[in-house]
């Protein structure tokens, strides 16, 4: 074999690999809830969520996570008398960010950097957990989406530096019995905007036209960004009050092993106004702390 051959053909394959757009995996989903925690954690037990115990990161915010089997759902906020995080009291209460996954932020950065991505250089930070044999630092790398590039909300990948304290058994049962986020639904005004941003970090081909929109399919998940009829038409009164923004993140769609267990969940916590239907019951958004919940089996 000529091996100069053999290796010019790795390094294009190499140079093909490194230049491919990211393949679109959620991570997590983030509910902003401002200078609100204790309330939302409250809630969001009510809600039949197991939570995580209260973290506190190095960049100023708090937050608790319920961990689901791949991905899972962050309350985060600011802690009463704490500097402000602008990303975190800039934005209304709601769902106010979604969240991909890497395992390599600095290639990913080049990577999206070099296409013309608006894309943030990596930024590191941690928070300590409690575990068996004392504290540890679960430590984060995220590669952030440009603000002025997206009205929704905020858009970041995060590069898991720790999973071993994240991704914990103990912490993945839930009274709700909820598994996992299937969906996230996205309003806006004109959904090509948003699917062009997606369609340039993660290829074209990720994005797919539906009825009154678009859908970036993510591995168990997807995402939807449809027009404001359609959003009434999929969630009626349980969705968010309108806010005057032009695009934004409205509901999200969590898996869950039985609809009867959610049910005795809701109903335990004494959450009002859950419309059900044959195949999935809806939270009304006031309940939620701005985002529609929609539990299905």
């Known amino acids: 074999m000529n091996s100069s051959l053999h290796g010019g053909k790795l390094d ?6 490194q230049d491919a757009p990211p393949v679109a995996t959620l991570d997590h989903v983030v509910i902003n809830v401002r200078d609100g925690m204790e309330a939302a954690a409250r809630l969001y037990r009510r809600l039949g969520f197991t939570l995580t115990p209260l973290g506190r990161h190095t960049l100023g915010s708090i937050n608790h996570l319920a961990m689901f089997g791949t991905d899972y759902l962050e309350l985060i906020a600011v802690p009463p008398g704490g500097a402000a995080r602008a990303d975190v009291m800039d934005w209304p209460a709601g769902l106010n960010a979604v969240v991909f996954g890497t395992e390599d932020s600095d290639a990913l950065h080049a990577t999206l950097a070099a296409s013309g991505a608006p894309v943030l250089p990596p930024l590191a930070f941690s928070r300590p957990v409690d575990v068996p044999g004392g504290a540890r630092d679960a430590a984060f790398r995220t590669v952030r989406v440009a603000k002025e590039a997206v009205a929704a909300g905020r858009l970041y990948f995060c590069h898991h530096l720790t999973r071993d304290l994240v991704w914990r058994d103990e912490w993945r049962r839930h009274g709700n019995g909820v598994l996992g986020i299937a969906g996230i639904v996205v309003e806006s005004e004109k959904p090509v905007t948003l699917g062009g941003l997606f369609r340039g970090l993660f290829g074209r081909g990720a994005v797919v036209p539906i009825a009154s929109g678009l859908r970036l399919a993510l591995a168990l998940t997807s995402l939807d960004i449809v027009a404001p009829a359609e ?4 969630f009626g009164a349980t969705a968010p009050a309108p806010d005057g923004r032009a695009e934004r993140m409205v509901a999200l769609v ?4 039985d609809l009867g267990m959610t049910r005795a969940a809701l109903a335990a916590g004494g959450i009002a106004g859950v419309t059900r239907k044959a195949d999935r019951l809806l939270v009304p958004a006031s309940e939620a702390f701005g985002v529609t919940l929609e539990f299905r089996a």
Request: hydrophobic letters at 45%.
């Open 12 to 17: 294009a394959e190499t140079a093909s690999i």
């Open 231 to 234: 959003v009434s038409r999929r």
């Open 254 to 257: 969590l898996r869950v092993s």
